[in-house]
Structures are given as C-alpha cells and as structure tokens.
C-alpha cells in the first residue's frame, strides 16, 4: 500500500539526513542545509500518512524479520494519525526555523550533531506513536528520550546544561521504568508484547492489578508529561535546550505521553472505575495551577514558557479526566465532548508553544539573554517576531477566535455537563475543578501579559536590547507559520471538530459530530446548553477594528506628528524608572506567599553620613519547594543506601563470580517452582 511506502521512506530519509548530517559535521552550513531538508521533507512525509489514514483506514507495517517477543509491528490508527499529524505540522515550522537558528552555533558547537539528532528525534517520535508491540514502543521510547538527551546538552559549555540534561535523563528512565513494570504485568496476564492483546488480557486481571497498571502508567508517562510533582526537570530541561528544540520537547515530545496514557485507559484498560478519572482530573487541577503560578513568577522567558507547558498538560489531564469520569458512568456523548476537547487543546498547545519558544529562541538569538528584566522596547526593532509572539500570547491566554480559546472552552463546556452524574459527590468534585481551571486561565492571561509587555514594550534595559535587530527570514517563515495555524484552527475549528470526532468515537464508543457541529456554529452535546461561531467572532472582531479606523480617519483627520518628550515631573525616564517583570507579578506572590515560599533578602553599603546611601540592593527568590522537601530527601536516602549496599564491592573477582553462582541458583530454583 501507499501509506506503508511513505512510512518507510519516512524513517529511511530520517534516518539517511541524519547520518549524512553527522557525516558533513566539519562543513556547518552543508550540514544545516541536509539535517532540515530531510526534516522537512520527512515531516511532510508525515502530514500525507496522516491524510491517507484518515481517508483510506488505518495502516499497519511488520518488520521483516522474526523476533521472540512476538509481532514487531508498527499501526497508525486515527489516534495515532492525530499525534503523528499534530508531531509532523510541529516538525515541519520548527524545521524552517532553524535553517537561520543554527547559523549562530557555527564555529561553537558542532551543527552537523544538532542536526542528526534533530532528525532522529523526529522519527523516534513518529516511531513512537505508531509502535504496537510493547518491547518496539519502549526502545523507540528509549530512542526518543537519549536523543533528547543529548539534544538538551548540545550547549554543554554552558553552566548547568550538563546536569539539567542528566537530570531529566534520570527522571525520564523512572518514568520508563514504571512504563515497563505496567507492560510486564499486563504481558503476565496475555501472553504477548502485542498491543492487540492488552485489552483482552486488562478483562482477566483482578480490580486491585488492574488499578496497579493504572499507577504505574499514570506515574510513568506523567514523568515524560510534566505533570507535578515529577514536573522538576522540565523548566531545567527545556531552557537548557536549544530553543528549536526546546520547542519540538515542550510542544510535541511531552504530548506523547499523553497520547499513550489515552490509548492505555481507553484502549488497553477500559475505564470502568470512577475513581481513576478523579485521580487524573486532581493531578491535572494541580498542574495546570501550579504551573501557571510559577511561570507568572518567572523572570527566564524560557523557563517561564516550560512553566506554561505543566500548566498545558495539566489543562490537557483535566480534560482527559473529565472524559475518564464520563466513560466510567456509561454517559458516552459526554465523554466524547471531553475527548474532543482533550484533543483540540493538545493540538492548540502544540501551535502557540511551538510558536512561543521560536518566539523566545528569537529573542535570544537577538539579544543574548532570557532574562526579561534585560530586555523591553524589542516591538519596534524586532516588529514580525512581536507580532507573531503577540499572537501566540494571546493563543495561550485563551482570547478568542484563537485556537486556545476554542480548546478551553471545550473544556469548559464539558465540565459544566456535570450534572448529568448521578453521583453526588462528584457531581460537587467536578465544579470545584472548574473553578480551578477559571483560576488557572486568569493566571495564564496576566503571566503572558506579562512575557509579552516586558520583553517586547517600554524601553531597552541592556544594551543588547538596545541594539537588537530583526531574526533571519527562515526563523520568521516558522513562527509565521505557527502564528497563522493558531488563527486558522480556532476559526476553523468547526470543521476540524468532526475530524477529532473520528478519532475519539472509537475510545469512548460513541460519535457525536452531527450534534457538536452545526454549520459554523459549535454546540453543546446535550440540549441547547450554549454555542459560539468562531468564524462570526473573527468577522465581529475585524469589523469593530475597521471601524475604529475609519472613525479615527473622519473625526479626527490628519493631524500633524508632533515628537516631543515623555511628561515626567523632572524626573529623567531610564530603564530604572520602567514598571519591571517582578513588580508586575510581586502582588500576585504575596498573595499566595504560602505556596510561593519567598525568600527576601535587604542589603545596603554604609555611608559615613546617616543621609547618605550608597548602595541598596533587594533580592526575592522562591523556594524550591519540590526540590528541598521531596527530591532532596530521597536523593539523600538514595545516597545512604547506595553507600551501606557498597560494602559488597569488594574488588575480587572471585566474589563477583560468586555473586553470579548464587544469583542463578536462586533463578533455577524460582523457575522451577
């Protein structure tokens, strides 16, 4: 068949462009020129497996070889066609933006590895998506994760990037352990590796094992996500990255997790306890609030944006819940509405996250730093980067048509269907959730006003920002890109809904485009609850503003531009006179002091005179509350273990050889019972 064609040569371009890319590591431009190439291309690959599948059925190719843990096989079904689509589109911008992006690492760092892995990312990523064997899914898992890896580290000569990489190589393999352990119990009870025999085999297992794989995945693929509080490496992860990677990570890497934890509940398991949708909805609610209030806090716009992405997966892990406590009450139109809006927002989260970190890799590309408290006055010397940043700032917060208000709202409208429960108790749950998700938004609306005013308006506070100028076209072509794809599915969301119904009506065992759709208009599942026209919203919105132009025009004419100076009472407008990042978000951090934690310290330089100061300096720092009183405990458990067990090491070989007698006694022993 065509598609299983195009599968190959996808992975076989990848994997060719990477090694040619590698191979042409001493000529930077060669080298950038053939990774993103083959990037491209291969991503467009992608797109046209992902059309195909949805208009010809699923595909499903083996390798041609024997293996002793069954059928090595790789499937795309509508749910993977979605992710491969949504991973592909991503690929696809962040490829262009980086023909102009890695020219700045040339004569640095070696370009041609950049690019190889990039590429190996890309299709680990696709392989990943589309693997239906257990043991071929964890070493394209594993595949993806030290690709990753080693991406994250490419700036290794700056400080910290060594150990946030190791650190989230730690943390990733805790989560693929937990993966492995829920595959080995789920095998246990079928026999086979092969996905197709998972949903048979979860029916066999006891309520107590099957509620055991459920945590183990949940704590597994929640690792990979981000979801809090295995979320620590992320913001020292995805800043430590390139920023073409760190967008591909947080827009795209992250949702694979989420694509095996739907396809695990919903596929594998069946959800039929309620609980297990409560559990995933309270670790979404966390999430998304947490996150969101620490990325408000952020003065690192790399870290603030990988901050945004926990409270996005917890958006997204809401929505999944809701979808789980539907399903397991037998209300399936309902659970459809949930699904959908579980997949709307993680396609809108991949558009505008891809799109800011491009936006924040430009900036830095610009001006050298992250620091937002550096930057300011970048709109008028970096004007196609603000106003596409501007877009997916306001993608992020949620204004409509935009494609993360179509999400959210969803979501929103899911939720509110609650009282069709017919429990109590989760029928108060629910609205408690709801509330939280209101909260979270509002945060998310004032901590990307924020990103966006500080860096981009008021004046320059650095000389870098002073002297900043516009990014290469490439980098300019991606973000646009993504900027007009943010515009483009929340407008068009009423026709890309009916597809995300396609993808979802398997799942959950009922289609509901017909009732959800109604021309332009996007309407609740059950009764006319309430509905909006993405498309009559935008039309609204242009109208408005071209009247105000016109009326601008005729009242008040044209006028001469007179250039004088700023009024200031006397005082001379600098930097320091700005409304800086941290005062903008300091009334928000001693509102909730008691999450935040902050640590304030006052120092000032004596001068002989009482009237006098020389120098007064004011620091606020939040304390790592995950860090000291979670990781840092167990890591030093770890270590103290680790060093009482180190007795054992005792250099001879005879001992060693020991050890290995006794251990496969025991194995002969236990295999025979």
């Known amino acids: 068949m065509l598609i299983d064609q195009l599968f190959v040569v996808l992975i076989a371009l990848s994997l060719l462009g990477a ?4 191979v042409l590591n001493g000529r930077p431009k060669a080298s950038v020129r053939v990774a993103f190439t083959v990037s491209s291309i291969s991503s467009l690959l992608g797109l046209a497996i992902t059309l195909l599948v949805f208009s010809q059925g ?49 004569g640095k760092y070696p370009v041609g590895m950049l690019g190889a892995m990039f590429n190996i990312f890309y299709v680990s990523m696709v392989m990943v998506v589309s693997s239906s064997n257990a043991i071929l899914f964890l070493i394209m898992w594993e595949t993806m994760s030290l690709s990753s890896f080693f991406l994250v580290i490419f700036e290794h000569r700056h400080e910290g990037t060594v150990g946030s990489g190791l650190f989230y190589l730690i943390m990733t393999h805790i989560g693929t352990a937990a993966i492995g352990l829920g595959f080995l119990l789920t095998y246990a009870q079928s026999g086979s590796f092969d996905f197709s025999s998972f949903p048979t085999a979860a029916q066999g297992m006891s309520d107590l094992l099957r509620s055991a794989v459920f945590l183990l995945w949940a704590v597994g693929f929640g690792a990979k996500a981000g979801i809090i509080p295995l979320h620590v490496w992320l913001p020292r992860a995805h800043p430590a990255a390139p920023s073409n990677v760190s967008a591909l990570m947080s827009a795209v890497m992250v949702k694979t997790a989420i694509y095996m934890l739907i396809r695990c509940y919903f596929d594998f398991l069946g959800v039929q306890d309620a609980w297990w949708g409560i559990a995933i909805l309270a670790i979404g609610c966390v999430s998304a609030l947490l996150g969101v209030m620490y990325a408000l806090i952020e003065s690192d716009i790399k870290r603030m944006l990988a901050f945004s992405t926990v409270e996005n997966i917890g958006i997204i892990m809401i929505a999944l819940g809701v979808a789980m406590v539907f399903e397991s009450y037998g209300l399936n139109e309902l659970a459809a509405l949930a699904m959908i809006a579980c997949l709307m927002h993680v396609l809108s989260h991949a558009l505008f996250k891809s799109l800011l970190f491009m936006g924040a890799g430009s900036v830095l590309h610009a001006t050298h730093t992250r620091n937002m408290e550096k930057l ?245 720092t939040t304390e790592p509350v995950f860090d000291k009183y979670l990781y840092g405990p167990t890591e030093a458990a770890v270590r103290w273990v680790a060093k009482k067990v180190s007795v054992i090491q005792t250099g001879s070989i005879q001992t060693y050889l020991g050890y290995i007698f006794v251990v496969l006694i025991l194995l002969l022993v236990v295999l025979r019972l």
């Open 58 to 106: 699923q595909m499903r190719w083996e390798l041609p070889f024997a293996s002793p843990f069954g059928s090595l096989s790789f499937t795309i079904d509508a749910l993977a066609a979605f992710f491969l689509g949504t991973i592909s589109v991503v690929t696809f911008a962040v490829s262009l933006y980086s023909f102009g992006y890695a020219d700045h690492y040339e």
């Open 376 to 620: 300011g006055g970048l709109a008028k010397r970096m004007p196609y980067t603000s106003a596409m940043f501007f877009v997916g700032a306001l993608s992020a917060a949620a204004i409509p048509p935009l494609c993360g208000f179509i999400s959210e709202w969803l979501i929103f409208q899911a939720m509110l269907q609650s009282f069709n429960i017919p429990e109590t108790m989760v029928k108060i749950l629910i609205p408690v959730a709801l509330g939280t998700l209101a909260v979270t938004g509002a945060l998310a609306a004032a901590a990307f006003l924020k990103a966006f005013g500080i860096t981009f308006l008021a004046r320059p506070r650095s000389r870098d920002a002073e002297d900043a100028q516009e990014v290469p076209k490439s980098m300019l072509w991606g973000m646009g890109l993504m900027a007009a794809l943010c515009v483009l599915v929340g407008v068009l969301s009423f026709a890309i809904l009916p597809v995300l119904d396609q993808v979802s009506s398997p799942l959950v065992g009922a289609s509901i485009a017909d009732s959800l759709v109604d021309g332009i208009e996007i309407v609740p599942t059950v009764g006319e609850f309430s509905q909006v026209s993405p498309p009559l919203i935008a039309i609204i919105l242009l109208a408005v503003m071209a009247m105000v132009m016109v009326l601008s025009q005729v009242y008040g004419g044209r006028r001469k531009v007179v250039k004088a100076d700023t009024w200031d009472c006397g005082t001379p407008l600098t930097a320091r006179t700005e409304y800086s990042g941290r005062g903008f978000s300091n009334p928000i951090n001693r509102m909730f002091s008691w999450v935040y934690r902050p640590i304030r310290t006052f120092h000032e330089t004596k001068h002989p005179s009482p009237y006098i100061r020389t120098e007064m300096r004011y620091t606020s």
């Open 19 to 22: 090694v040619i890319a590698a």
